[in-house]
């Protein structure tokens, strides 16, 4: 059985995913927020399973921060796209300013599109979606319907474009999540769940939303 659990981190109420094959007894961490590391814990007790691995969806501080305490704690590999690593290896909280301290991270894996992303019995393909950075990813899973999609796509939104962000990238990566058929489930980097068909109503015009807005 396929467990998610959403776990909102401090300091912005970034979700980190615990993602569990509860039969299997493995995990994996889905992005890497500060803060979740005890209701983490409970979970993993909770369910008796091995946290494998720590993936990034890209790799903007919100995501990283507790990614090194996360891996102290529970020895799963950190994974981020080959595009982010330098964010990882050299974090910023560029522009902003913030009186919290940012931990360098060499990854365990760098991934690249289309490879698999595994825990116990289910395989998450990799999807590149460059636009919010150029290593932004999302992960997928079609038997079952699911997608973890980041900063990339919200429910109702988009990842913000200035931050470094590339709104022509965002259009076709955008384009390209509206292109899935199915009752996809959708877990995004901030806010609710939704469900992708409900996306598409707006996705539809994604180009025309952009070009508004840059």
């Not at 890497?32 to 409970?42: D, G, L, S, T």
């Not at 305490?69 to 300013?97: M, Q, W, Y």
């Not at 019995?121 to 999609?149: K, Q, W």
Request: proline share 5%; glycine share 8%.
């Amino acid at each position: 059985m396929l467990k998610i659990e959403a776990i909102p981190g401090a300091p912005i109420e970034t979700n980190c995913y615990f993602v569990a094959d509860t039969t299997m007894r493995e995990a994996i961490l889905i992005d890497a927020p500060w803060q979740v590391i005890e209701e983490i814990r409970k979970l993993k007790d909770e369910f008796n399973v091995n946290i494998k691995s720590i993936v990034l969806t890209h790799g903007h501080w919100d995501h990283i921060m507790g990614a090194s305490e996360l891996k102290e704690a529970f020895s799963g590999n950190v994974c981020i796209h080959e595009n982010d690593v330098d964010l990882l290896r050299n974090p910023t909280f560029a522009p902003f300013s913030f009186n919290f301290k940012l931990i360098p991270l060499e990854p365990d894996r760098i991934l690249r599109n289309n490879e698999t992303i595994t825990v116990g019995r289910y395989a998450f393909t990799v999807i590149s979606t460059p636009g919010h950075t150029s290593g932004c990813i999302c992960l997928y899973n079609e038997d079952d319907g699911i997608m973890f999609t980041g900063d990339t796509l919200f429910s109702g939104s988009y990842g913000r474009l200035d931050l470094g962000g590339d709104p022509a990238q965002m259009v076709v990566s955008l384009e390209y999540l509206a292109s899935f058929d199915g009752n996809i489930a959708v877990y995004p980097g901030h806010g609710p769940d939704t469900i992708l068909s409900r996306e598409k109503v707006w996705l539809k015009n994604i180009n025309e939303i952009i070009e508004d807005v840059f």
